[in-house]
């Protein structure tokens, strides 16, 4: 089946630095992934759409400046988070969306920041 | 935009229960409806999923039924086990083009 690969599953970093995070489908291409950020006990929460060498499109109040974005290829999204603070700790998740006949949506094992 | 909601939020049966969680959806553009599992500290694990051209789809002990007039579909687990125990999200797409937008989440508990 499809699978996808998040990494790292955990990070704590320290207030002011940045933080890559990947996200890799391994069996399928994808033209699109969508990253989500999760906090403690909430649903997800789409934070922007990411698109195969075009600029991801961001959700209302995501500051794209600080959540870069980069999708250089068909199977490898990645998301920066630049100046991290206290306030960006949380759960965050990839999805892509499969370029099949049978499209469907498939979620990483997802990244837990921690911002000291 | 899509908007999802979710019922009940918590939810508790004991061993061999059914359990039925319910979801309602705005945009009638929506046709594609997927279920998730999402166990603690872990991304979500799509568990079905049922498009706008049928009203029912089955996979063992799990059940999705679409009531497009209504807007609203349901998930219904039987003979419930304790490892059902986490806690389900439904979402909302369509066609795939867009993200999907998810509901509030329910958290089951299975009492053995």
């Known amino acids: ?116 | 935009g899509e908007n999802v909601e979710q019922h009940p939020s918590t939810l508790s049966v004991q061993e061999g229960d059914s359990a039925v969680i319910k979801c309602t959806y705005s945009d009638s553009a929506s046709n594609y409806f997927p279920w998730y599992k999402q166990e603690l500290g872990k991304g979500p694990q799509l568990i079905i999923d049922i498009r706008s051209n049928v009203g029912e789809k089955k996979d063992q002990r799990i059940a999705v039924t679409l009531n497009k007039t209504a807007k609203h579909f349901s998930l219904h687990i039987t003979e419930t086990q304790p490892e059902d125990s986490a806690v389900y999200f439904c979402a909302a797409s369509d066609t795939g083009r867009r993200a999907l937008t998810f509901g509030s989440g329910t958290r089951l508990q299975v009492q053995p």
């Not at chain 1, 989500?36 to 649903?43: D, E, G, I, L």
């Not at chain 1, 209302?60 to 206290?86: C, R, W």
Request: glycine content about 6%; hydrophobic content about 35%; some cysteine.
């Open chain 1, 1 to 116: 089946g499809a699978v996808v690969s998040q990494h790292p599953s955990r990070v704590i970093c320290k207030s002011g630095t940045s933080v890559k995070i990947e996200c890799r489908s391994l069996d399928f291409q994808a033209t699109t992934m969508f990253w989500y950020r999760q906090f403690p006990k909430q649903s997800l929460m789409l934070m922007a759409t990411s698109n195969e060498g075009s600029k991801a499109t961001y959700e209302q109040g995501v500051e794209k400046d600080k959540f870069l974005i980069n999708h250089a290829s068909l199977t490898l999204s990645t998301l920066t988070v630049t100046s991290a603070h206290p306030e960006d700790s949380s759960f965050y998740i990839c999805s892509a969306r499969n370029d099949g006949i049978n499209y469907g949506y498939t979620f990483g094992s997802g990244t837990r920041l921690t911002v000291v």
